[in-house]
């Protein structure tokens, strides 16, 4: 009589564990280590349910290491925090990886969903647009001059890129449709083509001398403070206080219908109670 081997045992050698994984997380901005209550997982499309998730959990210093890795298996790597974005590898490891010493691995702290962001503190808050966007002809019909509907007096605290935190656009079409102008403050009484008038209001991208006489004035992101990351979806693209001269700003496409207002190295942030992550847009 031939004896049968348990469900178990036969799973055992289905897996047939090989190799395993060390890795380090280090923080993209900071450049030191991320710890905290994290844990590294690895998921592999397996017809072996053993072999489908490990799991590593990262220790003080940032490091992980990846055990019993199934040699036939391919594993995906992502954190227990979803919105902690591993970069600087590939996060498809083989099962049958031959042991190494432990590999640096940046992780950053971006938005799971797609749209304009503050990272402050490690935290993300969500920015809305200010307000429509509407537009007038000079008064010579030259030239069409967007200003936003609503004219901007106080800003919320997630509108003010302060020392110390980050404006994040999330996803590449937003990174590449947006782009950034000088918002520029109006005191007087415009008049415009077929007899407009608008006092006392903002223009986006243009400065006026008098109603016959204006220039269109553009603003450029310093791209040493500007660090982008990612690809397609998931690409990020993080913009310091300083990448801008202090002032006040309109970020928006060319066709957009609204738009969105930012302080650039403005003062401490005033308190606002936070916007959920996926209001970033």
Same mark, same amino acid.
């Given at each position: 009589?031939?004896?049968?081997?348990?469900?178990?045992?036969?799973?055992?050698?289905?897996?047939?564990?090989?190799g395993?994984?060390?890795?380090?997380?280090?923080?993209?901005?900071?450049?030191?280590?991320?710890?905290?209550?994290?844990?590294?997982?690895?998921?592999?499309?397996?017809?072996?349910?053993?072999?489908?998730?490990?799991?590593?959990?990262?220790?003080?210093?940032?490091?992980?290491?990846?055990?019993?890795?199934?040699?036939?298996?391919?594993?995906?790597?992502?954190?227990?925090?979803?919105?902690?974005?591993?970069?600087?590898?590939?996060?498809?490891?083989?099962?049958?990886?031959?042991?190494?010493?432990?590999?640096?691995?940046?992780?950053?702290?971006?938005?799971?969903?797609?749209?304009?962001?503050?990272?402050?503190?490690?935290?993300?808050?969500?920015?809305?647009?200010?307000?429509?966007?509407?537009?007038?002809?000079?008064?010579?019909?030259?030239?069409?001059?967007?200003?936003?509907?609503?004219?901007?007096?106080?800003?919320?605290?997630?509108?003010?890129?302060?020392?110390?935190?980050?404006?994040?656009?999330?996803?590449?079409?937003?990174?590449?449709?947006l782009?950034?102008y000088?918002?520029?403050?109006?005191?007087?009484?415009?008049?415009?083509?077929?007899?407009?008038?608008?006092?006392d209001?903002?223009?986006?991208?243009?400065?006026?001398?008098?109603?016959?006489?204006?220039?269109?004035?553009?603003?450029?992101?310093?791209?040493?403070?500007?660090?982008?990351? $990612?690809?397609?979806?998931?690409q990020?693209?993080?913009?310091?206080?300083?990448?801008?001269?202090? $002032?006040?700003?309109?970020?928006?496409?060319?066709?957009?219908?609204?738009?969105?207002?930012?302080?650039?190295?403005?003062?401490?942030?005033?308190?606002?109670?936070?916007?959920?992550?996926?209001?970033?847009g």
């Amino acid at each position: 009589m031939h004896s049968l081997l348990p469900l178990a045992a036969l799973s055992l050698f289905a897996c047939a564990p090989g190799g395993e994984f060390q890795g380090k997380l280090v923080d993209g901005m900071s450049g030191e280590a991320r710890s905290g209550d994290l844990r590294v997982l690895a998921k592999a499309d397996s017809t072996d349910m053993t072999c489908r998730v490990k799991e590593a959990m990262v220790d003080g210093q940032g490091a992980f290491h990846l055990k019993d890795l199934c040699a036939a298996d391919s594993y995906v790597m992502t954190l227990s925090d979803p919105q902690l974005m591993m970069t600087g590898i590939s996060t498809s490891i083989s099962g049958a990886r031959e042991p190494t010493g432990p590999m640096d691995i940046q992780v950053w702290r971006a938005p799971t969903a797609v749209g304009v962001f503050k990272l402050e503190n490690d935290a993300l808050k969500g920015v809305k647009t200010f307000s429509d966007v509407d537009t007038v002809k000079t008064k010579d019909g030259e030239l069409t001059v967007r200003y936003p509907e609503s004219k901007p007096v106080k800003l919320a605290g997630s509108q003010k890129i302060v020392e110390g935190s980050h404006l994040v656009v999330r996803g590449k079409q937003n990174i590449d449709r947006l782009q950034v102008y000088p918002l520029v403050e109006d005191p007087e009484k415009r008049g415009f083509f077929e007899g407009a008038t608008i006092e006392d209001h903002v223009w986006i991208g243009v400065k006026f001398a008098s109603d016959s006489e204006y220039e269109e004035v553009s603003a450029t992101f310093d791209e040493s403070k500007v660090t982008t990351v $990612g690809e397609e979806l998931e690409q990020t693209r993080y913009i310091a206080h300083d990448a801008l001269p202090t $002032g006040r700003y309109a970020l928006l496409g060319e066709g957009d219908k609204r738009t969105y207002i930012l302080d650039f190295g403005a003062g401490d942030a005033a308190p606002a109670d936070p916007a959920p992550e996926g209001d970033g847009g």
